[in-house]
């Protein structure tokens, strides 16, 4: 089956640790995106990637960090310099972004910080 | 990017056909509209996608008026299923950035 993937699904952590939230997809797809949301909010753009080897900052990038050394994936590190991690985040990717906004989205990570 | 405002709620019954309205005065010439439904935990999915007139397609219809500073999104004959929430959010083809911009969108609720 085709899809995005992202573990784990819930993930706790203490303050002060940088922890990397994984992110896979099989659609082939050239375009992935990070989200952060927040209980009750919309979701906020934290990172995209239209091609593989790039990469630009989204709307609330401080705190974040991003690789794309392949295709299918697009990890996203949260450094201890986000002052507020605890949310749900969620991966995305599209086919040709430049035609469509059909986004497919993963199942999400919840992140706990105490 | 242009700013979206729909209501915060709305309330529907089983079998009812449901609108919902999003604002949307800023959009620009090159803009499209498009809706994504959201469950509790779940990552959006795609609804509908479409930048004037009318589009329609399995699972619902966007209305787009000539001035395009509002469109509607409909479902037809909503079910408990379709409890969730929906986004409106405007696009720009314009810019190297293709992420979309999510407001706080409409919580629907469907009563049997």
């Known amino acids: 089956d085709g899809g995005i993937t992202q573990s784990p699904k819930y993930l706790f952590r203490k303050e002060g640790q940088n922890v990397t939230l994984s992110c896979e997809q099989n659609?082939?797809?050239?375009?992935m995106y990070w989200y952060r949301q927040d209980p009750g909010q919309g979701l906020r753009l934290i990172y995209y990637?239209?091609?593989?080897?790039?990469?630009q900052k989204g709307d609330i990038a401080e705190g974040y960090s991003v690789s794309r050394e392949k295709k299918e994936s697009f990890p996203l590190t949260v450094t201890s310099a986000q002052k507020n991690p605890t949310a749900f985040y969620l991966c995305?990717?599209?086919?040709?972004?430049?035609?469509?906004?059909?986004?497919?989205f993963g199942p999400g990570t919840r992140l706990t910080v105490t | 990017l242009a700013k979206t405002t729909q209501p915060i709620s709305m309330d529907s019954y089983e079998g009812q056909e449901v609108n919902i309205t999003c604002s949307h005065n800023?959009?620009?010439?090159?803009?499209?509209i498009t809706w994504y439904q959201q469950f509790p935990s779940q990552g959006p999915r795609f609804i509908i996608q479409g930048y004037k007139t009318k589009v329609t397609n399995e699972v619902a219809s966007l209305f787009i008026p000539a001035d395009r500073k509002s469109s509607t999104l409909s479902l037809p004959r909503v079910s408990l299923s379709d409890t969730a929430v929906y986004y409106c959010l405007v696009a720009s083809m314009d810019t190297g950035r293709r992420a979309l911009t999510f407001g706080s969108g409409t919580r629907l609720q469907v009563q049997p």
């Open positions: 800023n959009i620009a010439t090159n803009d499209y």
């Open positions: 995305a990717s599209s086919m040709d972004p430049a035609t469509s906004y059909e986004q497919y």
């Open positions: 990637s239209q091609i593989v080897n790039d990469f």
């Open positions: 659609l082939n797809h050239d375009a």
